[in-house]
């Protein structure tokens, strides 16, 4: 196991407000990524980083921004959360990019009312 | 946009039989992994494949990358409940960005005492 915590598991929330999600990792591994699970459309790629203060966007971008000002913490903030941004997000960490392989952490479940 | 199909989405069989899990695109990817994926927890990497051809075997599970790079299977010998799970296929591909990793819808794989 890569040591990679999310927080929270579960959340709650309602349209509109901004919702944080962290992950954590103990490993220190260069990549981390955000993928939201949805039935039918499996895993899609959110926001990754390379590096401290380096991101780049995903397939499923819009409505998403993230922040890794350390090494071991990678935020995904919704801005302002809609009905089709429920689902389980999911957090990855990797050595040397997407060809490698990719550690997930536990998820979290998001509802937005 | 790279897609990735995977079939069936549901199977359902008893305990000893085999099966055969499809992943295809009309893409070419540079390589291939295979995760699965357990209610409640995040993917974890089964196997990667790179090479036109390979074939690998992980104990009771034997997987191959088609000779093209396009597709590849998973099939499962003698299946046990401890199979039960979902099973998510990923290419990694280039693009002028750099490489992406992209997942299938995933089978759900229930293999009954």
């Known amino acids: 196991d890569a040591g990679i915590t999310q927080s929270p598991r579960h959340k709650v929330t309602e349209t509109g407000t901004p919702v944080t999600l962290r992950c954590h990792q103990t490993?220190?591994?260069?990549?981390m990524y955000w993928y939201r699970q949805d039935p039918g459309h499996g895993l899609r790629l959110i926001h990754y980083s390379y590096g401290v203060k380096d991101t780049d966007k995903g397939e499923v971008s819009d409505g998403y921004s993230v922040s890794r000002s350390k090494t071991e913490d990678f935020l995904l903030t919704l801005e302002s959360a809609t009905s089709s941004q429920t689902s389980v997000y999911f957090c990855a960490t990797g050595l040397a990019g997407f060809t490698d392989t990719q550690y997930f952490g536990p998820g979290t479940r998001l509802t937005v009312l | 946009t790279q897609l990735l199909e995977q079939s069936p989405q549901f199977l359902s069989i008893q305990e000893g039989e085999n099966l055969t899990v499809y992943c295809n695109s009309s893409?070419?990817?540079?390589?291939l992994q295979w995760y699965r994926q357990e209610p409640g927890e995040g993917p974890v990497l089964l196997v990667t494949?790179?090479?036109?051809?390979e074939v690998k075997k992980l104990k009771r599970l034997t997987f191959q990358f088609g000779d093209a790079r396009k597709d590849s299977s998973l099939h499962i010998t003698a299946a046990q409940p401890g199979d039960t799970g979902l099973y998510l296929c990923?290419?990694?591909?280039?693009?002028?960005?750099?490489?992406?990793?992209?997942f299938g819808e995933g089978t759900q794989l229930t293999v009954n005492p």
């Open positions: 990923a290419g990694a591909g280039k693009r002028a960005s750099g490489s992406r990793l992209t």
């Open positions: 893409s070419v990817f540079s390589s």
């Open positions: 494949v790179v090479t036109g051809g």
């Open positions: 490993e220190n591994h260069r990549y």
